[in-house]
């Protein structure tokens, strides 16, 4: 067992306090405005130089949004539905993943449509941001003390301060850290100038977050009600993701349009 680096949750700037986690999503969206402005370079998008600067507005409002009404409807409706007001009492913590998810796709589609950019082009291009975002949050899990992982022996478990059974555990925010975010990053980065078509990489993000995220709910503790009493609702909804990411990345294979991200992609032959 090693000790949990007890680092106060609140990062003290001269006057002003402000929480580490606060902190990762502020860094998160600093580092996809970088990765974004980068990407346009690379690519042959139509992408004003004002472009980035109103996307990364606008995938901040779906993000948090997202976010939060995903937690509400994915993880404690009944709770809310007898207090609806607390929806708006994020201090109270309670961000979901597939809900941000879904807000940024959701901001992503209007985005395109009010530019005449491709939606699969743009998400593309936006990608390999994503899991960095995701590492910088997980972190803040960890520096918060929460979300830990199931009571464990291995060298590196660890007891978190707010755990009420003071039981050594998985430190599984880290391993999200590791998988969802670093590893998928760098798969992402690896792959982002080849040849493939549009799509291929949204859905590279898609099934390689979801498999990641159903690995490591196999040590996150689970959450207090289990889908069909069985599966952790994290893992029941990362499901339909890596299905999706796969049957994405199948489609575009076989549409083979060109990709202005990737470079051109030799259609297929007729008959083929």
């Known amino acids: 067992m ?12 001269g006057p002003l306090n402000i929480r580490w986690y606060a902190m990762m999503y502020i860094l998160g969206f600093a580092v996809t405005y970088f990765v974004i402005e980068k990407r346009a370079k690379e690519t042959k ?31 404690k409706p009944g709770y809310y539905l007898m207090d609806p007001f607390k ?3 994020l201090w109270e913590g ?17 985005f395109c449509r009010k530019r005449a950019i ?19 949050g997980r972190l803040g899990n960890f ?11 291995v060298p590196w478990a660890m007891v978190f301060p707010n755990d009420p059974t003071h039981l050594p555990r998985h430190p599984s925010q880290l391993y999200e850290l590791l998988t969802e975010g670093l590893l998928l990053a760098a798969v992402l980065w690896g792959i982002r100038n080849k040849r493939l078509p549009s799509g291929t990489m949204l859905g590279v993000f898609i099934a390689g977050y979801g498999c990641a995220r159903i690995f490591c709910e196999f040590f996150r503790e689970p959450d207090a009600e289990l889908v069909f009493g069985l599966i952790p609702r994290g893992m029941f909804l990362s499901l339909p993701m890596v299905l999706g990411g796969a049957a994405l990345i199948w489609w575009a294979k076989m549409r083979q349009p060109s990709s202005p991200i990737s470079g051109e992609v030799p259609a297929i032959a007729e008959g083929a």
């Open 45 to 75: 998008l139509p992408f004003a130089p004002t472009d980035s600067g109103d996307l990364i507005a606008g995938l901040i409002f779906g993000l948090l949004i997202g976010a939060r009404l995903g937690f509400v409807l994915f993880y």
């Open 143 to 153: 520096i918060n003390g929460e979300l830990w992982g199931k009571p464990s022996t």
């Open 118 to 136: 491709g939606f699969l082009d743009l998400c593309d291009m936006v990608s390999p941001a994503a899991p960095l975002g995701l590492a910088l």
């Open 87 to 89: 929806i708006f009492a």
């Open 94 to 110: 309670g961000m979901s993943f597939h809900g941000g998810f879904i807000g940024v796709l959701l901001v992503a589609l209007w």
């Open 2 to 13: 090693i000790a949990f680096p007890n680092i106060d949750p609140v990062l003290h700037l």
